[in-house]
């Protein structure tokens, strides 16, 4: 099983968000086969809280705007790691010492990873 082409057009526009936010090291992960319950996770990192929120805030706002909402959002108190689930995909916007200590790519390193399109076409119109 594969990414559904909704998840891309997601992870584009949430990856477009997060780049317009300064934020850093995006990867995408096709994680469809070993969970039936989202298809990518987005994984960004931030360099403060405050850019945590940042991030977060614009990905939501992004995937408003195109009829997405989140179904579960978790973190935003501690701003530490944000959990944003849009249900095919989910974004982690984690601050740059959590990304590290949770290593989520080590953890589904069998996963393939999705390029991440932050320039040019792609987002739905």
């Known amino acids: 099983m594969t990414a559904s082409e909704n998840a891309l057009q997601l992870v584009a526009i ?5 780049d317009a936010k300064g934020g850093e090291d ?3 992960l096709d994680v469809s086969k070993p969970l039936p319950l989202a ?9 403060s809280e405050r850019q945590v929120l940042a991030i977060a805030d614009e990905i939501e706002e992004k ?3 195109h009829g997405t909402h989140a179904l579960r959002r978790e973190g935003r108190s501690e701003a530490r790691w944000v959990l944003l689930d849009f ?5 982690h916007v984690f601050h740059q010492e959590e990304r590290v200590y949770y290593a989520l790519e080590r953890l589904w390193r ?16």
């Open 14 to 18: 949430a990856a477009r968000a997060a």
């Open 39 to 47: 298809d990518v996770f987005l994984l960004v990192s931030a360099g």
């Open 63 to 65: 995937l408003a705007e």
């Open 26 to 28: 995006l990867v995408a």
């Open 110 to 125: 069998d996963c393939p990873v999705i390029p991440v399109p932050i320039d040019g076409p792609g987002e739905p119109a």
């Open 87 to 91: 249900g095919d995909l989910v974004v």
